[in-house]
């Protein structure tokens, strides 16, 4: 009898636990806010109508910036898709990452991921189109994509060539109806847009006036460029338009109000001198942040730098999870609570092996701090070519110059190099340079004048070197610390069109 009534006793104290722990974690979901993380692939600072285009429409970034707060200097951690968003995921440099400091590689499974711990701690979380990509995520032990849980079967019926027909925002949609309720989300809506190919002509086609684009100074003015330019105008529509959607479900289910809405990119325009260059076109990136349950004082423009990784810090910040030590990234909390700081003073940015466009696998190293005034970029092999050999035969894409992608302003440069007109965008874009550059971002915005052996700013170069290094050492490059450097030996699992192409073994 005793037994049997310490039991039911023991029974009723076990359920009054549960129910107290059940109602305890849907309290505290219920307070956690939900994250939609939408990425657009390369596309640079200027062209949201926000940043000050006049050409290209971004409604849905301009309403973002405009309730939030929209970013001036925001850099991506790598000029090249696959780093750059295991940066994102990971809230580490990619000098940390080991082989996914390279695109076409893998992300191993021992670095944490911010959807990975806001999915242990009860977020639902998923994603659409690209998330963490490209490589081969087998190969680092993981078996599903660190963005999340795939939704990806709402197709368009009449998608513009060129474009993915993958409904992203309809996508999003399916994932909302799944989510429990008082469960708090993660959602990764990435579109593939406006990375290459493009259709030719599509801009023009459209009603988009070529008259009208600003051509920066690292192109000719020429109808080709202009009329590339609007080919990629558009598709940062197609996404902004799928951003625009994906916000008109969170209102139309009550949810946007606790919703951390961010619009930005992975990286640069996929233009020469651009994407996988360490200048501004190929590292800054737009930026905006709408949260109004968290952000002091909405409407707001931050001019400090930030780096794209800061953002994992964040998430798991506003979520009330600590933030693992691995995590070297700083959060924007102080940002969002407008708080006076001194974390956002410089941004960071590394590349190794963008495409394999080179013999043996190797790639361009380089590292770069960007402040408020200037730019200042350190190549370790300077003996290599920037964009990849203009011998095709050493690209495993089989094309020259192959870390630019293929387009009608690259063959512009390429087919009138010799010509007086063309030759210095041809060698701005695609000849070798010197192992440390310097800009004075404030005279030359384009980054297009090195001034590293002026002596006039040898002690500005100087001070920004020692605070580069001391950054390296700090979060344990292998090229600052003279460790073994293995991102010319990973393995490449991108496309190969030159079967002879492959990468030299590791030492």
Not at 81 to 93: E, F, K, M, V
Not at 278 to 288: C, E, F, H, I
Not at 325 to 350: E, G, Q, Y
Not at 394 to 409: H, K
């Amino acid at each position: 009898m005793k037994q049997k009534f310490i039991s039911k006793a023991l029974s009723r104290t076990f359920i009054g636990l549960f129910i107290f722990h059940t109602t305890i974690l849907k309290s505290i979901c219920a307070d956690r806010p939900n994250i939609l993380f939408c990425i657009s692939d390369d596309q640079s600072y200027s062209h949201t109508g926000a940043n000050g285009d006049s050409v290209v429409n971004t409604p849905a970034f301009d309403r973002i910036a405009r309730e939030g707060i929209r970013f001036t200097h925001a850099f991506c951690d790598a000029p090249t898709c696959g780093p750059s968003r295991s940066a994102i995921l990971t809230g580490q440099h990619i000098w940390r990452l080991e082989e996914a400091g390279n695109i076409h590689s893998t992300l191993p499974k021992k670095f944490s991921t911010y959807t990975e711990l806001l999915q242990d701690s009860g977020y639902a979380v998923g994603y659409t189109g690209k998330g963490w990509s490209p490589g081969r995520l087998e190969a680092g032990g993981r078996e599903m994509n660190p963005a999340g849980h795939q939704f990806g079967k709402r197709k368009l019926k009449n998608n513009k060539r060129g474009m993915s027909n993958l409904d992203y925002a309809g996508n999003f949609k399916d994932f909302l109806t799944q989510v429990k309720k008082d469960q708090p989300f993660c959602f990764w809506l990435g579109t593939y847009e406006p990375h290459r190919g493009y259709e030719l002509g599509s801009g023009k086609k459209n009603g988009k006036n070529p008259n009208k684009v600003k051509v920066p100074p690292i192109f000719p003015d020429h109808p080709t460029v202009r009329s590339d330019f609007l080919d990629y105008y558009l598709e940062i529509e197609h996404f902004d338009m799928m951003v625009l959607r994906a916000i008109k479900e969170l209102e139309n289910s009550g949810q946007l109000e606790n919703t951390i809405v961010v619009v930005t990119s992975d990286h640069g325009m996929p233009f020469p001198r651009a994407k996988a260059t360490l200048y501004d076109a190929g590292s800054r990136v737009p930026l905006a942040i709408r949260w109004p349950k968290g952000i002091i004082s909405p409407g707001r423009v931050f001019k400090g730098l930030v780096n794209l990784s800061d953002l994992a810090p964040t998430f798991l910040i506003a979520a009330g999870l600590e933030v693992p030590k691995m995590m070297t990234a700083s959060s924007l909390m102080n940002v969002i609570k407008d708080r006076p700081s001194n974390d956002h003073l410089a941004a960071f940015i590394a590349m190794e092996r963008h495409d394999g466009c080179r013999k043996g696998g190797k790639g361009y190293p380089c590292r770069a701090i960007r402040t408020n005034e200037f730019l200042f970029i350190l190549n370790y092999e300077s003996g290599r070519w920037p964009a990849g050999d203009p011998n095709r035969d050493f690209c495993a894409r089989y094309i020259p110059f192959g870390e630019v992608d293929s387009s009608p302003t690259k063959t512009l440069l390429m087919e009138n190099k010799t010509k007086p007109k063309f030759k210095p965008f041809y060698d701005l874009a695609f000849a070798k340079r010197p192992s440390e550059e310097l800009y004075f971002v404030i005279k030359d915005p384009e980054q297009i004048v090195n001034i590293a052996n002026n002596p006039e700013y040898a002690e500005i170069k100087k001070k920004l070197k020692d605070q580069l290094n001391d950054k390296l050492s700090s979060t344990r490059d292998p090229r600052a610390l003279g460790l073994p450097v293995l991102w010319d030996f990973y393995p490449y699992y991108g496309l190969r069109r030159n079967k002879q192409w492959k990468v030299d073994q590791m030492p």
